[in-house]
């Protein structure tokens, strides 16, 4: 797009070349205003040439039979630049650009916003419904297997979209929108788009200010570990527990983590949580057996972005002799979904965390994607079935007879089974019959504080009478 004070000269050129390259370098001060107002990387406007002409842009719109601004975000593109380097990355980029670049039209403005973020002014299109099509299009072919330079990375991305003018009279309000819409999108399970309606503002806000306080409560350490026992099912002993985080809030109180745990994440903070869990459980862990509680192995689930950082490593070794807990009172809980994503690398990492001499429960289990090929090769201890098999397996025949399938596999190939979600004595009962290891769930106990937990620990009276 040429860099023009003069509104009858402003005209649209869409495509990336190299703009600033190719001026001559005796002309510095065009060379220098070229490199303001174009990234360098997909010499495509940036953000600043907006500003600069946004008068003559408003102009454009005004002029056009048909006009919306379209906020494209490459999902997770930091997880890129972390893992495969910031060189693959910028390739990367300048390859989106350019299928971008294949869907817009000659009419059509394309900037660079920011590192991963994307606006395009559409006037190409007639109506809102091909302008539809043109989104759906445009996220179709942004979901997609990359490969450059012989390495490979799946990429997505959250598309918002605003309409001139029913969505913002003037750019600014149309771009702040459509980026409203993407965010919307982006919380909505990504790898989508949106349209924008007034009713996202309030819920982005609300979503803002809970990441705020999420911060916040990471260094103010407002979370409680709740630990929810595992039973022998064959002697009703306490055998062990799943350590659940808790955000303490002070002012809303208890905040489930099915709340913020997706949230911390997406903003980049579950690696700071994870380790407040991993302490506090093997510092508590610590205490009780210091106390002369029996001992016993507690879980803490790690999550994707943990797994994928390799210091995750070290940092258990860390918190394992900080606390001098023995690495055998440590379990770790992953789901199964998150093995299907890159077997190989998770095998590695997971065979590490054993080496550590620690067991590992793949959670979840029939819920994901994985085959019973891979099964095999997993390197765990533990499989828990979900909840989901366990509700009707007492009126359910079939359900029943996966359950038994389930366990007979598990026991098959040297791995204990723990069924989730038990509460009623009738699971408790078929169960037993197909010798399953361990059972979870709220016909012993729901999750607890530290305190109750203790007095457990004191006595399992109550949790072995709830056997017979």
Same mark, same amino acid.
């Given at each position: 797009?040429?860099?023009?004070?003069?509104?009858?000269?402003?005209?649209?050129?869409?495509?990336?070349?190299?703009?600033?390259?190719?001026?001559?370098?005796?002309?510095?001060?065009?060379?220098?205003?070229?490199?303001?107002?174009?990234?360098?990387?997909?010499?495509?406007?940036?953000?600043?040439?907006?500003?600069?002409?946004?008068?003559?842009?408003?102009?454009?719109?005004?002029?056009?039979?048909?006009?919306?601004?379209?906020?494209?975000?490459?999902?997770?593109?930091?997880?890129?630049?972390?893992?495969?380097?910031?060189?693959?990355?910028?390739?990367?980029?300048?390859?989106?650009?350019?299928?971008?670049?294949?869907?817009?039209?000659?009419?059509?403005?394309?900037?660079?916003?920011?590192? $991963?973020?994307?606006?395009? %002014?559409?006037?190409?299109?007639?109506?809102?419904?091909?302008?539809?099509?043109?989104?759906? !299009?445009?996220?179709? !072919?942004?979901?997609?297997?990359?490969?450059?330079?012989?390495?490979?990375?799946?990429?997505?991305?959250?598309?918002?979209?605003?309409?001139?003018?029913?969505?913002?009279?003037?750019?600014?309000?149309?771009?702040?929108?459509?980026?409203?819409?993407?965010?919307?999108?982006?919380?909505?399970?990504?790898?989508?788009?949106?349209?924008?309606?007034?009713?996202?503002?309030?819920?982005?806000?609300?979503?803002?200010? %809970?990441?705020?306080?999420?911060?916040?409560?990471?260094?103010?350490?407002?979370?409680?570990?709740?630990?929810?026992?595992?039973?022998?099912?064959?002697?009703?002993?306490?055998?062990?527990?799943?350590?659940?985080?808790?955000?303490?809030?002070?002012?809303?109180?208890?905040?489930?983590?099915?709340?913020?745990?997706?949230?911390?994440?997406?903003?980049?903070?579950?690696?700071?949580?994870?380790? +407040?869990?991993?302490?506090?459980?093997?510092?508590?862990?610590?205490?009780?057996?210091?106390?002369?509680?029996?001992?016993?192995?507690?879980?803490?689930?790690?999550?994707?972005?943990?797994?994928?950082?390799? !210091?995750?490593?070290?940092?258990?070794?860390?918190?394992?002799? $900080?606390?001098?807990?023995?690495?055998?009172?440590?379990?770790?809980?992953?789901?199964?979904?998150?093995?299907?994503?890159?077997?190989?690398?998770?095998?590695?990492?997971?065979?590490?965390?054993?080496?550590?001499?620690?067991?590992?429960?793949?959670?979840?289990?029939?819920?994901?994607?994985?085959?019973?090929?891979?099964?095999?090769?997993?390197?765990?201890?533990? +499989?828990?079935?979900?909840?989901?098999?366990?509700?009707?397996?007492?009126?359910?025949?079939?359900?029943?007879?996966?359950?038994?399938?389930?366990?007979?596999?598990?026991?098959?190939?040297?791995?204990?089974?723990?069924?989730?979600?038990?509460?009623?004595?009738? @699971?408790?009962?078929?169960?037993?019959?197909?010798?399953?290891?361990?059972? @979870?769930?709220?016909?012993? !106990?729901?999750?607890?504080?530290?305190?109750?937990?203790?007095?457990? %620990?004191?006595?399992?009276?109550?949790?072995?009478?709830?056997?017979?």
């Amino acid at each position: 797009m040429e860099i023009s004070h003069n509104k009858s000269n402003f005209r649209i050129d869409n495509k990336s070349n190299n703009k600033c390259n190719s001026i001559k370098s005796e002309d510095c001060e065009k060379k220098r205003r070229c490199l303001a107002f174009y990234n360098s990387l997909t010499n495509i406007p940036n953000f600043n040439y907006i500003k600069e002409n946004i008068s003559k842009i408003v102009d454009l719109i005004e002029q056009s039979e048909f006009a919306a601004i379209v906020y494209i975000n490459i999902n997770d593109f930091r997880n890129v630049n972390y893992d495969l380097g910031y060189k693959f990355g910028d390739k990367l980029i300048v390859k989106v650009v350019s299928i971008i670049e294949e869907h817009i039209k000659d009419k059509d403005m394309l900037c660079h916003i920011s590192t $991963d973020k994307f606006g395009v %002014l559409v006037r190409s299109v007639k109506n809102e419904l091909e302008l539809a099509g043109l989104v759906y !299009s445009l996220a179709q !072919s942004l979901e997609k297997s990359v490969t450059i330079e012989d390495k490979s990375v799946y990429i997505s991305a959250s598309l918002g979209v605003s309409i001139y003018p029913r969505d913002g009279k003037d750019l600014e309000e149309l771009i702040r929108n459509a980026d409203t819409a993407m965010s919307f999108a982006k919380i909505s399970g990504k790898s989508n788009y949106k349209f924008f309606e007034s009713s996202m503002r309030k819920q982005i806000l609300e979503r803002v200010e %809970l990441e705020k306080e999420l911060r916040e409560a990471v260094e103010n350490k407002e979370f409680i570990i709740f630990y929810q026992p595992k039973i022998n099912i064959s002697t009703g002993e306490l055998e062990g527990a799943e350590a659940l985080v808790r955000w303490i809030h002070p002012t809303k109180g208890i905040i489930s983590p099915t709340v913020f745990i997706k949230l911390a994440e997406e903003v980049g903070i579950i690696e700071k949580i994870g380790e +407040i869990v991993i302490k506090t459980v093997c510092l508590q862990n610590k205490k009780w057996q210091e106390e002369g509680y029996k001992k016993l192995a507690i879980a803490v689930n790690l999550s994707v972005d943990q797994l994928k950082n390799n !210091s995750v490593i070290n940092l258990i070794k860390k918190i394992l002799n $900080d606390t001098e807990l023995e690495s055998k009172w440590l379990e770790i809980e992953i789901t199964e979904s998150i093995i299907m994503e890159d077997f190989r690398y998770y095998k590695k990492m997971l065979n590490k965390i054993r080496d550590l001499g620690i067991k590992v429960y793949l959670d979840d289990f029939g819920t994901g994607y994985s085959s019973l090929s891979y099964l095999k090769d997993i390197p765990i201890d533990y +499989i828990k079935i979900d909840k989901s098999f366990i509700d009707d397996i007492t009126e359910d025949k079939r359900q029943s007879a996966i359950v038994s399938a389930l366990i007979q596999l598990a026991h098959g190939i040297d791995l204990k089974v723990v069924a989730e979600g038990v509460e009623e004595h009738s @699971q408790l009962k078929i169960l037993r019959e197909y010798n399953c290891d361990l059972v @979870q769930g709220y016909i012993f !106990s729901k999750p607890v504080s530290k305190e109750d937990f203790e007095k457990m %620990l004191k006595s399992n009276n109550q949790l072995v009478h709830k056997l017979r």
